[in-house]
């Protein structure tokens, strides 16, 4: 899938994080969820969700949705990459 905007993040040479857009429609692990269910998606799906300094975070998916601002970007990570944030 093609993004118009995007944000790439390297570290130590390798990508660790991608920031987009979410379009209307994403495909996670082969299911269509509509971005505006997304964060429930998320909750329902990843048992070490939680929601902290503006994001819904779903680790073991590797997903963080912005909630704080407008709920349009999602930042797909590697894993163990916002672990941290708690």
């Known amino acids: ?3 118009a905007e995007a944000i790439y993040r390297f570290s130590a040479g390798k990508l660790v994080e991608v920031s987009f857009r979410v ?3 994403i ?3 082969g299911q269509s969820v509509e971005a505006r ?3 429930a998606f998320l909750k329902h799906h990843d ?5 902290i ?5 779903a680790p073991s998916l590797g997903l963080a949705v912005d909630t704080e601002h407008d709920e349009r ?5 590697t894993s163990g990459r916002w ?3 708690k």
């Open 1 to 3: 899938m093609v993004f």
């Open 23 to 25: 379009p209307p429609v």
């Open 27 to 29: 495909s996670i692990d």
């Open 37 to 39: 269910s997304l964060v």
């Open 47 to 51: 048992a070490g969700f939680r929601e």
């Open 53 to 57: 300094h503006g994001f819904a975070i």
């Open 73 to 77: 970007w999602v930042t797909a990570f």
């Open 83 to 85: 672990d941290h944030i």
